[in-house]
């Protein structure tokens, strides 16, 4: 990755972007991965500069770890073949909260999985806006209350 600055002709304005560049074929493919921001000045210039190095640090540790343990990986096959259809769980985005997380004390064992794989399909099969709204509100009694410590 690296940042680029980019000019427009007869314009004070430069475009600073972070762009990953790849090679495929033999030929160099550029993606802009996050647009920073437009600068009107040096002064501006330098500090989006700045910001694009701190983002593309960010980025770089992010892209080197894993989003899973070698553990983990090993305990989602372990679930996978013992409970049916537990690989369609992962079709929804993992969030903050949860309807299996605000129903179900944490798991430790196939059983509890096996529950909370219960609760899943509900939320995935009966999603509304009321039902993402008592999620909220369960969470926050969970909170308020002190509950989940």
């Keep these: 990755m690296f940042i680029r600055v980019k000019s427009t002709p007869n314009s004070p304005r430069k475009s600073v972007q972070i762009v990953h560049s790849h090679r495929i074929d033999g030929k160099v493919k550029q993606r802009i991965v996050k647009h920073v921001g437009v600068a009107q000045d040096d002064?501006?210039?330098e500090e989006l500069k700045s910001l694009a190095n701190?983002?593309?640090?960010?980025?770089?540790?992010?892209?080197?770890?894993?989003?899973?343990?070698v553990?983990?990986?090993k305990q989602l096959k372990?679930?996978?073949?013992?409970?049916?259809?537990?690989?369609?769980?992962?079709l929804v985005a993992p969030g903050i909260?949860?309807?299996?997380?605000?129903?179900?004390p944490y798991g430790f064992?196939?059983?509890d999985t096996k529950q909370k794989l219960m609760y899943d399909f509900y939320y995935i099969k009966n999603w509304?806006?009321?039902?993402e709204l008592k999620i909220v509100w369960?969470?926050?009694?969970?909170?308020?209350?002190k509950k989940g410590v």
């Design 78 to 90: 372990k679930y996978e073949k013992k409970l049916p259809y537990y690989n369609y769980r992962h």
């Design 138 to 145: 369960k969470t926050a009694m969970v909170v308020l209350k």
């Design 54 to 69: 701190s983002i593309k640090v960010k980025l770089e540790l992010d892209e080197q770890l894993p989003l899973y343990t």
């Design 128 to 131: 509304n806006l009321w039902l």
């Design 71 to 73: 553990d983990e990986i």
């Design 97 to 104: 909260t949860g309807w299996a997380q605000v129903n179900y």
């Design 43 to 45: 002064e501006q210039l």
């Design 109 to 111: 064992n196939l059983e």
